[in-house]
């Protein structure tokens, strides 16, 4: 990955109280796994900017490496990354990401 792409994708994440770096955009999510991961943000009432990683290839490829993580889409919470849709899952069931958010003091979502 090359030092601009790095660059580009850590002021992303670290500009932003929560990244999701998905396939397609939250009104139209072009992978289950990403409209699921969309869906559980919303439940939780969180604002959040998204990554349309389909239109940066660059970004496509360069999150792999910056999280070492093999699939999208990708969560990061105040520059921390959680997980995929999986863990999302996971931690929303367990109510974990709920309290995640709230510990971090991430902002509701605009209205």
């Not at 992978?31 to 869906?39: L, P, Q, R």
Request: hydrophobic share 45%; with cysteine.
């Amino acid at each position: 990955m090359s030092d601009a792409v790095n660059a580009k994708i850590d002021a992303m994440v670290t500009s932003n109280d929560v990244v999701l770096f998905m396939k397609g955009t939250p009104l139209f999510p072009q992978c289950g796994f990403s409209s699921k991961a969309v869906a559980i943000l919303e439940h939780l009432g969180v604002g959040f900017e998204s990554v349309d990683v389909l239109q940066d290839m660059e970004v496509r490829q360069g999150i792999k490496e910056f999280s070492d993580w093999p699939t999208i889409p990708q969560l990061y919470v105040k520059g921390e990354f959680i997980g995929g849709s999986d863990i999302m899952m996971e931690m929303y069931e367990a109510g974990e990401l709920g309290e995640l958010m709230a510990e971090k003091k991430v902002a509701p979502a605009a209205s």
